[in-house]
């Protein structure tokens, strides 16, 4: 009974519907999957739905993107109350934030001769949770590139002419918030922030677990986090942060999963705090 704990859907960066998304995930046999659209809720509901049909159970989930002085933190909330008013309003900020940010990359690659307009982005992404995927998308369709990866190391890196940050929360304002909507907070792909030494100030804050097995990682890494977590007696959850096929990920559902132990050990959490 394997699952996937990081999986995304149109309505954040994803290629695939929610319905898609949990079609794919019982055709390649999983039996749980979370949804955690960045920033964004409003696809559990039809991923849950779409769930009960084929048999997947759906965990409400989100992946906060947060940032401190050092590094871009993610931070994943699971079973969270995805109706709280508390959290939907912090969503509606950091969302008006993500199509700010459009605005300005567009302006920054029209200085640089590319014709796109923001409504191009949009036309893919919608209007609540666009990012620089969304935009690379655009340019791909447009013939401005040829690929996801030219299309990040010439425009969209952070290093690249076209990058604009957007308006993030703080790693801890991210957890606190996951809690106050009932959730439990797991520190995302914690090798690419590469910023281990801020674990204990996250788990006096409330974080309850990390992601240790993730695409990539070697014995070592994931050792290594497996260590860190049982020194911080956190959860381990694991997934394929998979965006879809059509993605420009290699990534697919079912290349990586969890076993039920550690997806029993996360629903006990919530039962517990609930």
Known sequence: MPADLHTHSTFSDGTDSPEELVRLAAAAGLTTIALTDHDNVDGIEQAAEAG??????????????????????????????????????????VQH????RIDKIVQKLNKLGVDIEPSDVF???GEKAPGRPHVARALIKRGAVGSFKEAFDRYLDWRAPAYVPHYKLAPIEAIKLIKEAGGIPVFAHPAISN???LVPKLVEAGLRGLEVYYPGY?????????????????????????????SGREIKLGDLTVPDELVDKLKNEHLRGN
């Open 218 to 246: 070697y014995r070592d890494m994931i050792d290594h986090y497996l260590a860190l977590a049982k020194k911080h007696d956190l959860l381990v959850t694991g997934g394929t942060d998979f965006h879809g096929e059509g």
């Open 195 to 197: 910023c281990d030494d």
């Open 97 to 100: 934030g993500r199509v700010k």
């Open 123 to 125: 036309s893919i992404s």
């Open 52 to 93: 009960r049909g084929v048999g997947v159970e759906v965990i409400p989930g989100i992946e906060f993107t947060t940032e401190n002085s050092r590094a871009e933190l993610h931070i994943l909330g699971y079973f969270i109350d995805y109706r709280s008013e508390p959290l939907l309003a912090v969503l509606q900020k």
